[in-house]
Structure formats: C-alpha cells, structure tokens
C-alpha cells in the first residue's frame, strides 16, 4: 500500500479566507487498486499532516493508528499485532471493506516522499507563501522514528 499525491495536481486554496492546499491525494495498494478511488480529491496538507502524526504514534506506543481523509466518511487503520506484523483495514461511513497485511515501511516511506513532493510543488507554485511548519515539523518527527526503527532492526 503506497500513498498517491499527483503533482499536477495540487493547488491552493481560490479563497481569500482559507489558506488550504488541495491534490488528488489516495492509497494504491494491490498494484492496480486504490482508495477511496482513483483521483481522489481532498485538503492534502491537512491530510499529509493527520497521516504523518498517526505513523508516529504507531511507532512509538504500537497497538493501532486511525489515518482519516477529510472529506467523505473515508479512513483506514494500521494495527500491529503481537508479532509485529502490519495489518490495514480500509473503511467507509465507519464499516470495513477490506482487510489486509501490508509493509508498514513501505508506507511511511510512500507517506514521506508524498509530503516532500507537496512540499515542492507548493514552494514552486507559490514563492511568497510559507509553507507549513507544523506539516515540517511532523515529517521531521516521522523521519527521527523510521530513522531510529530501522537501525534497531
């Protein structure tokens, strides 16, 4: 299961009352299936940063973590069972669709290098905007535990 941002994809906010940034941000897992669907449309920043802060917390305390997207009834969890094995549920309106084990590195690695292309692409597309600092800081804390997870193993 890796995370999806399309680059061309992603734009801010028309609005002068909102700062949100937008992509075609979904999971592809099964090499040609995908979640919620093909192109799916949501605030990526916000959504990168949710992701990033619930991988964390699943390295540091284990048992589970909930990754939501913002618009629709659309989430998945990532449990770790006592054997320190991953396992993705893929939910809808809080009722599970598919059950599967998946590469929890795998993932994070997909979760960050679809943060670092938001990252890009945003800094590109507007010069004078800064860029998040709670989405860096949230990718900062993610790499520090992959970086400390994979030279315990």
Sequence with gaps: MVVILEEDSVRFSESKLSKSVFARLYLQYDCDRYFPEYGWDDFAEIVLEWWMNSAASLIKYGGSSIFRFMDGGFSFEIVVDNNGN???ELRENLETTLIQDVDFMGFC??????SNLLIRRMQEISKDRDISS??????????????KLKSSS
């Design 86 to 88: 991953f396992h993705v």
């Design 134 to 147: 709670t989405l860096v800081l949230q990718q900062n804390v993610l790499r520090n535990l992959l970086k």
């Design 109 to 114: 690695q997909s979760l960050m290098a679809a």
